[in-house]
Every structure is written in structure tokens, then in C-alpha cells.
């Protein structure tokens, strides 16, 4: 395996009852490379990411991060081998503070080393946490907000919160599902800035249906149809691909995309 490639996937196929939702996919993305996947609804983006991060196991295929086969190694444990993940629907504790979120998130980064003993919540008010947490609150700008409910955050805010739960945990790799879905222009161009620190200094994969937004930030595209990655390359390429103005955008070959 080429020794820059930190995600591959191998004929990875996952199926419920009959229905084929990613079907024998090989896919790579190097070091810190930016990568997204775009793609009809339905099409096995989110199953897709499931299967990277552990949520799913496939019926055929492998995984393999940084040159490890984790086909079969549950989320957890890929967390602490440096691999998180943000939700479509936003995936956060509602019924806590913002500050809890984030102090979890790192600690559950953490679990997997030796920590003193006492409740999670005890552990989460240590100083060093507190330290920690509370750098993060104020990068994210989410710092007047720490003991807010999160039940109680606006769409936008819930975001950045989710974004900042894996920014905490400092993981090599970041998977994110649709993080502008439901947003506004001004927040999806927050969540553009804050995304803008990560490029090239983390690997990224980010599923999204707002292409124009979306190529701002990838170096590279991947259109997945029916279960399949049918093109990946640079943006224009791939947008511009035969296979994808015929299956994705449903155009004939004089006719112009409209992004
Ligand atoms: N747990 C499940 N059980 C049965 N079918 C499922 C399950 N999860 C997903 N599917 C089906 O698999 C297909 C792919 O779903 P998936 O959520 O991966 O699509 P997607 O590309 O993320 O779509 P969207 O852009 O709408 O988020 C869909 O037809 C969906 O109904
Ligand atoms: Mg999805």
C-alpha cells in the first residue's frame, strides 16, 4: 500500500436484506488529503461513512487506516486510532451543557489510556480538562455558550459544537456528514472558515450536497451513484466526468451543468 494513503476501502459492500447500499467500492485518500463525496439521495454516502468509521461491518470487502485492517474493529477503538466522525442529524448529548460535550468527547478520546479513578463527571472538571475545553469553547466561539443546554442551541451553533466535539479529540482523520445541511449561508460560511484550518494539516472526508460550497475546500471529488464511486478526481474532472454527467446530473454531452 502506498505509503501516503491513510483510507482504503477494497471492494467494501454493505447490504440490508436484499438491497445492495454500497456495493464493492474501492476507495483511497492519502495524508491529509481533502477529499469530498457528493451524490443523489439515497445513494450509500452516509452507509458509506458507517463503514469507515466502524458503525457498520460489510459483508464483502476491507478497511484498512494507515495500513491496519479495522474491517472488524468497532468505533470506539478507531476513535482512539485517530479517526472521529460528525453526524448528519447532529449526534450530540442534548440534555447537558456544551462544556459536557466537549469534555466527554475528549474523554472518550482518552479511555482507552489509564485514568485516575472517580465518576466521568468528576474526571471531567480536572483542571487540565477544564484547560482544555475551554481553549476549544473559544476557537470555536462557542465559549459564552459553555453551560448553555444543548437542547436550547441554535442548528448552526449545534454544528460548530459537533465540529468542535471531534476538533477536541485531535483526530487524524475527520469524516463529516453533510455538515451544512439545514444551515443558512452565513453559518455554512463559518463552518467553510473553521473547516479551512484542518486543510492539509488533517485527512478529510466530508459528504455534502452543496457542491459550489464544498469544492472551495476539496482537493479531490468523488460522485457515488447507486452504491458505487462512479468517478473521483479533481472537482472540475470529475463534475465534467462522462459517467457522471450521464448518471449524476442527467445531462446529454452538449448540455450545460448548472452547479
Ligand atoms: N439501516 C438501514 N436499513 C435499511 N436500509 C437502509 C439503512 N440505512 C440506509 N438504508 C438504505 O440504504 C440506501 C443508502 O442510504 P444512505 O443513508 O447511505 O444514503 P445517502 O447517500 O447518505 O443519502 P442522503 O443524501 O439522503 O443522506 C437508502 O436507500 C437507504 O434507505
Ligand atoms: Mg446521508
Redesign the pocket.
Known amino acids: 500500500m502506498d505509503a501516503r494513503c491513510v483510507v482504503k476501502t477494497v471492494g467494501v459492500t454493505k447490504v ?1 436484506g436484499d ?1 445492495v ?1 454500497v456495493n464493492s467500492v474501492d476507495f483511497e485518500v492519502n495524508d491529509r488529503e481533502a477529499v469530498g463525496i457528493i ?1 443523489p ?8 461513512l458507517n463503514l469507515l468509521s466502524g458503525l457498520y461491518m460489510p459483508e464483502e470487502g476491507s478497511v484498512f487506516f494507515k495500513g491496519r485492517d479495522v474491517t472488524r474493529v468497532p468505533p470506539q477503538k478507531r476513535i482512539e486510532m485517530g479517526m472521529m466522525r460528525t453526524f ?1 442529524l447532529v449526534h450530540v448529548f442534548d440534555n447537558i451543557s456544551v462544556y459536557d460535550n466537549l469534555a466527554l468527547s475528549y474523554y472518550r478520546k482518552l479511555e482507552g489510556r489509564a485514568f485516575p479513578p472517580g465518576s466521568v463527571f468528576t474526571r471531567l472538571f480536572r483542571k487540565d480538562i477544564e484547560k482544555i475545553v475551554g481553549d476549544v469553547l473559544e476557537l470555536f466561539e462557542l465559549d459564552k455558550r459553555s453551560t448553555q443546554i444543548v437542547s436550547n442551541l441554535p442548528l448552526g451553533s449545534k454544528k460548530r459544537m459537533e465540529l468542535a466535539m471531534a476538533h477536541i479529540a485531535d483526530p487524524e482523520v475527520i469524516l463529516l456528514d ?1 455538515p451544512f445541511a439545514g444551515l443558512g449561508d452565513i453559518e455554512i460560511d463559518e463552518i467553510l472558515g473553521i473547516l479551512t484550518h484542518y486543510i492539509h494539516k488533517k485527512t478529510i472526508i466530508i ?1 455534502e ?1 452543496k457542491i459550489t460550497k464544498l469544492t472551495q475546500i476539496v482537493d479531490k471529488l468523488a460522485v ?1 451513484c447507486d452504491g458505487a464511486i462512479i468517478a473521483c478526481g479533481g472537482c472540475e474532472e470529475t463534475l465534467n466526468d462522462p459517467e457522471v454527467r450521464k448518471s449524476y446530473w442527467k445531462v446529454s454531452e452538449d448540455e450545460q451543468v448548472c452547479l
Open positions: 440490508f438491497f447500499a451524490g439521495n439515497g445513494a450509500g454516502k452516509t452507509t458509506f448528519q453533510e459528504v450536497h457515488m
